[in-house]
């Protein structure tokens, strides 16, 4: 394995941790553990946690050898390409898992988290995603991993289900404050049934991601259409205000009566993680992403060159979210006014991610079954 060494910290890493922001790496999959440069981010501080996708996995598969003798192994035995697709992500997430193992341990679960994804299921089959997302939680056997869930349908019922398991979730494909609050809601419910069922509540954790990057995108197309003169200057500002008022959120969700009876009880915040999972980014379009949006106990996911691309950033001007609610409100009021319904682009952005990753799924299926 090659070896790596230890470079120096950046001073906007510096700025980004004072700021109590954290970084995950977004592209991960086992090639990363070969070459050692998932161990070198970790070592260099640059990475808090690792999101497995399987389009990385299919890519990784078909670039470099790294699964080569596991798909092997799992050509003779007599499993279905669904749960050899398992058995890959599992062997995967154990191995980030070790590797995160001491930032997870350091920072008493705040930090050293793993997020993989189960098989796409039908959106209103709550039972199903519930029933694979603990099988597959089983399967790797880490208490830091997290399994990935979207928002859309039920997928909310089978995360409080999930919880209340004692597994960590993490809920994806949220567009809209309207849905993270009741990604908040079935975090708290979830916690509740958790600890009645004998469940440490420290030991539950659970993550929402927003697709800053997909929603900017959708509402851009939009304004790109729209007669009203105003329309240009709003391009590029549905993300950030989107951010903002959902910020708002999280810091409301924990000052109310619910939260206080659970954190007596030990439970953890429920974090923020802010990526653009479904538009393609450059290095600097994801750290110009990471500049306006920063604020306490969030975390950015970025691809390993836009990590690695942090210590040629010339730095950060702090929180950005914090106090800007009026703000946020002023532009969402404005988009509305160019033909910007954000219920219903919300909606649209989440069944699109749900194509998306179940054309994803359906890539690595096919790249086992060729291997």
């Known amino acids: 394995m090659t070896t790596w060494p230890r470079s120096k910290r950046s001073d906007v890493l510096d700025q980004l941790t ?3 922001v954290g970084l995950w790496l977004d592209d991960y999959h ?3 553990l070969a070459d050692g440069s998932l161990e070198r981010l970790v ?3 640059l990475v808090g946690g690792v999101i497995s996708r399987p389009a990385a996995v299919a890519r990784a598969m078909s670039d470099t050898t790294a699964y080569g003798d596991q798909l092997n192994r799992l050509s003779g035995a007599a499993a279905s390409a669904e749960e050899r697709v398992y058995a890959l992500i599992a062997e995967d997430a154990r191995a980030a898992c070790s590797a995160l193992e001491p930032v997870f341990r350091e920072t008493k679960g705040m930090h050293g988290w793993v997020s993989l994804g189960i098989a796409p299921q039908p959106a209103a089959d709550a039972e199903t995603m519930a029933d694979h997302s603990r099988r597959l939680a089983e399967m790797v056997d880490r208490p830091n991993v997290l399994i990935r869930i979207p928002v859309a349908g039920r997928g909310l019922a089978a995360a409080g289900d999930v919880l209340a398991h004692g597994v960590g979730v993490h809920v994806t494909s949220v567009y809209s404050v309207q849905r993270y609050a009741q990604a908040v809601d079935a975090y708290f419910r979830g916690l509740e049934r958790a600890t009645a069922g004998g469940h440490a509540a420290s030991a539950v954790t659970s993550l929402v991601s927003l697709d800053i990057g997909h929603l900017d995108a959708g509402v851009d197309a939009l304004l790109d259409g729209s007669a009203d003169p105003c329309a240009a200057a709003l391009r590029g500002q549905a993300g950030v205000a989107t951010a903002r008022l959902v ?11 619910h939260w206080r009876s659970l954190v007596a009880d030990g439970a953890r915040p429920q974090r923020l993680l802010w990526t653009s999972e479904n538009v393609p980014e450059s290095p600097r379009a994801a750290l110009d992403r990471v500049e306006r949006i920063i604020a306490w106990m969030t975390s950015h996911a970025l691809p390993q060159p836009a990590l690695e691309a942090l210590n040629r ?4 001007h702090g929180d950005t979210l914090s106090g800007e609610h009026e703000a946020a409100c002023r ?3 404005a988009l509305g006014w160019a033909g910007v319904a954000f219920d ?3 909606r649209d952005l989440e069944a699109a991610a749900i194509e998306t990753e179940r054309a994803a799924w359906e890539e690595l299926l096919t790249a086992v079954q060729a291997g």
């Open 18 to 20: 004072a700021e109590g």
């Open 331 to 333: 532009v969402v009021e």
């Open 313 to 316: 950033r010339e730095g950060f």
């Open 43 to 45: 070592a260099d501080g």
């Open 344 to 346: 219903s682009i919300a």
């Open 30 to 32: 086992r090639g990363r």
């Open 247 to 257: 910020y708002r959120r999280y810091e409301e969700s924990l000052g109310c009566p």
